[in-house]
Each structure stands twice: as structure tokens, then as C-alpha cells.
């Protein structure tokens, strides 16, 4: 069994704990929150055997091997230091940090510690988003036109939405960008399997004040009718557009909203090549639309009998049978751990996680988008 400690219990932590306890080889063995009580608390709740209310006397714990960081983004730079410097392998959420300077200085690290690292950029790891990679590498889709696309929810439309993300100190400077956007940008990516090297960005920031609920309700939770606020200001995105251009000279634009009713977790994507066009959408996630000039159009399932051989692995149950985003968070546990089975990280080529060059790629990214609203031109992505 590989011993694992999870920092951070809010709304991802439980999901990480979750798709450990699938692959059956993995043990969650302690769990740390800001708090020894809060900690404790969790662990009685998740079955976790040990509590600690510091990151320090985590990474003491016996036999520990693997840490997880599931904190607040304004934590990950700080928590994913103190994993590394322990020389523990280290699976952190996204985004990597805050700034680009951070991004390189735990690109450095992770490399220098010789670990595992990973980062959670989950929309990579479904079935048919494989699938498309796969079609994209092995040239049946054929030369790389263009990509289309987009990531829009509706958690924020409300001006009494409010989150710890909203505010910049604890979430970033961006927000519907870094938050859902990272993910986007990281999808496209290892589909095409292009970069992004300049973009040309235009945010929006639909509600200049917000009322926060002085209780501070949980993330996704129903408002109360009772509920007392404070206003506050806001400098973080709640929407925007990007064009950009891949390195290979195609080009492409994708839109984020965390403002769009009845858009609950909508990722999506339209590629266009030479030979087809592929579509897909979270939303959907079973199908992969194949989009043909002179046959029929084509709806692909999740049948692993159907798929490429590359990636048939990432289907677990026979066609018909609902795999979601559950399924992909194992997917990506499942191919990180397999990783540290091995003791070391794969090669780029062959493998399925994002590592955390891949991390700060994204954040490098943020970064121009952001520069680049803020000049009103295009901005080029640093490498």
C-alpha cells in the first residue's frame, strides 16, 4: 500500500479521497486543516485515521510517501515548497500557484527533488477527450487548423455569490481565467498537443461589488433567505474572451463565464483539422462528435471496443454503462500513481498527467492574459 496525506478538506479534498480509495492500492492515512480540531473533525467524517493542524507534522508522519495539496490557491506555492523540500511525491490542485515567478521556482524544485509531481487537470483524463488526442497524434484528423471553444457556469450570476476565490489576495489576481480557464487552456493543449504562445484577451467584471454572507456559506451552497451581507469590491474577472495562436501558426479563441445561467460545468471544445473536425462537451461527456466534409458526421461513444488502442484502458465499463467526471478523477490518480509505483516520472511523451511544468505552463499563460487585458494588445506567452 502507498501511504498518502491529504492538506486541505473543503470541497475537493473529499473528491481526492475518493478516487484514491478506488484504485485499491493507495491508503489516505492523515489528513491536515487549518485547524487540529477542523482536522479531526474531517478525518472522523472521511475514515481517515490520523489529524494534524499543521502541514510540518503532516509530512513527519511515518511512512508517509505522498502528499496531496488541496488547499486554497493563495496555499499552493507555500504548501507545494514545503512537500517537495520534504521529498515527498506531491499531487497538487490547480492552479500551481499565483504568479509565474512561483510557477518557476516549483518547476525548479520538483525537478531538482527528483519526485512525482502532478498537477489536477482533470478535463484531460476522460475517455473521449483521450480519444481526440489520440486521433490528433496518430494524424487521422489530419493538419491543425484551428480550436474553438470554451468553459461556462452560472455559480457566480448572482450578486450575493460569493467565495474566497472572488477575492485576490486568497484566490489571485485572476479568477474565471485561473479557476476554469487553466483548465480549458491545459485541455486544448494536450489535445492538440500545440502550445499556446500569444494571446489577445478582453475580461469582464459584471458585478464591481458583491454582498457577501457574513456567516460564509460553503461553495456551491443554497443561499438563505435570513442571510445578513457586507459589500465588497471586486477586481477579479467573472467572465472573458481570448483569441490566441498555437505555436505551430493555427489559431483558435475560447470564452469563460462563471456568470452564465443554467451552465452548470460546461468545458467544451470545437478542433478543426484537415481531415475532420472534433467536438466534445463535459456535459456530454460519452460522445465525441467527428465531423466529416463528404460522409456522414459521426457520434462516438465511450465504448472501450471502439477506441483507439492507446486509450481503450481509459473506459472502465462496457458501452452504454454512464461514465463522468468521478470516472476522470480516477483516471488521473490511477495514471499518477502508477508513476510512483515506478519511483519516477514518465517521459513527456507517455504521460497522461500534467507534471508541474505543465502547471506553470498554465500559469504563464494566465499571466499574458492577464497582461494583455490590462495593455489592450497581444501579449506573448513567456516559455
Known amino acids: 500500500m502507498i501511504h498518502v496525506g491529504i492538506v486541505g478538506s473543503g470541497f475537493i479534498g473529499p473528491a481526492h479521497v475518493e478516487a484514491l480509495r478506488r484504485l485499491?492500492?493507495?491508503e489516505v492515512v492523515a489528513l491536515c486543516d487549518a485547524s487540529l480540531e477542523q482536522a479531526q473533525e474531517k478525518a472522523r467524517q472521511l475514515n481517515i485515521p490520523h489529524a494534524y493542524g499543521d502541514v510540518d507534522a503532516l509530512l513527519a508522519h511515518p511512512g508517509l510517501q505522498v502528499v496531496h495539496n488541496c488547499t486554497p490557491n493563495f496555499l499552493h506555492a507555500q504548501v507545494n515548497r514545503q512537500i517537495l523540500n520534504a521529498g515527498k511525491h506531491v499531487f497538487s490542485e490547480k492552479p500551481l500557484c499565483l504568479t509565474p515567478e512561483e510557477a518557476r521556482e516549483l518547476e525548479q524544485l520538483a525537478q531538482k527533488a527528483g519526485v512525482v509531481h502532478g498537477v489536477s487537470f482533470v478535463y484531460r483524463q476522460?475517455?473521449?477527450?483521450?480519444?481526440?488526442?489520440?486521433m490528433m497524434r496518430d494524424g487521422s484528423a489530419g493538419r491543425l487548423f484551428s480550436a474553438y471553444g470554451g468553459y461556462h457556469q452560472d455559480w457566480m450570476l448572482l450578486e450575493t455569490d460569493f467565495n474566497w476565490r472572488v477575492d485576490a489576495q486568497q484566490g489571485g489576481v485572476s479568477r474565471a481565467v485561473a479557476d476554469i480557464g487553466s483548465h480549458w487552456c491545459d485541455t486544448i493543449q494536450f489535445v492538440t498537443g500545440r502550445r499556446i504562445v500569444e494571446v489577445m484577451a478582453d475580461l469582464a467584471i459584471v458585478w464591481p461589488t458583491r454582498k457577501a454572507n457574513v456567516t460564509a456559506?460553503?461553495?456551491?451552497?443554497?443561499?438563505?433567505?435570513?442571510?445578513?451581507?457586507?459589500?465588497?469590491?471586486?477586481?477579479?474577472?467573472?467572465?472573458?474572451?481570448?483569441?490566441?495562436?498555437?505555436?505551430?501558426?493555427?489559431?483558435g479563441c475560447f470564452s469563460v463565464s462563471q456568470v452564465s445561467a443554467g451552465r452548470k460545468n460546461r468545458l467544451h471544445?470545437?478542433?478543426?483539422?484537415?481531415?475532420?473536425?472534433?467536438?466534445?462537451?463535459q456535459e456530454n461527456p460519452q460522445q465525441l462528435w467527428i465531423g466529416k466534409r463528404s460522409q456522414a458526421n459521426q457520434w462516438l461513444s465511450d465504448d472501450p471496443s471502439l477506441l483507439n488502442r492507446d486509450v481503450a484502458g481509459q473506459a472502465h465499463f462496457p458501452g452504454g454503462h454512464s461514465e463522468g467526471w468521478p470516472d476522470a478523477f480516477?483516471?488521473?490518480?490511477?495514471?499518477?500513481?502508477?508513476?510512483?509505483?515506478?519511483?519516477?516520472?514518465?517521459?513527456?511523451?507517455?504521460?497522461?498527467?500534467?507534471?508541474?511544468?505543465?502547471g506553470a505552463n498554465v500559469m504563464y499563460i494566465i499571466d499574458a492574459i492577464v497582461k494583455s487585458h490590462q495593455q489592450r494588445r497581444w501579449v506573448s506567452v513567456e516559455q
Open 24 to 26: 485499491g492500492f493507495v
Open 330 to 358: 480516477k483516471n488521473m490518480m490511477l495514471n499518477f500513481y502508477q508513476a510512483v509505483e515506478a519511483g519516477k516520472m514518465p517521459e513527456a511523451r507517455e504521460r497522461r498527467f500534467a507534471s508541474f511544468s505543465e
Open 269 to 281: 471544445f470545437d478542433i478543426n483539422a484537415s481531415a475532420s473536425s472534433l467536438s466534445w462537451d
Open 217 to 251: 456559506e460553503a461553495t456551491f451552497s443554497e443561499h438563505r433567505p435570513d442571510a445578513q451581507y457586507q459589500d465588497i469590491p471586486v477586481t477579479t474577472e467573472d467572465a472573458g474572451s481570448v483569441l490566441f495562436r498555437f505555436d505551430d501558426g493555427s489559431k
Open 126 to 134: 476522460f475517455a473521449m477527450v483521450q480519444q481526440a488526442a489520440s
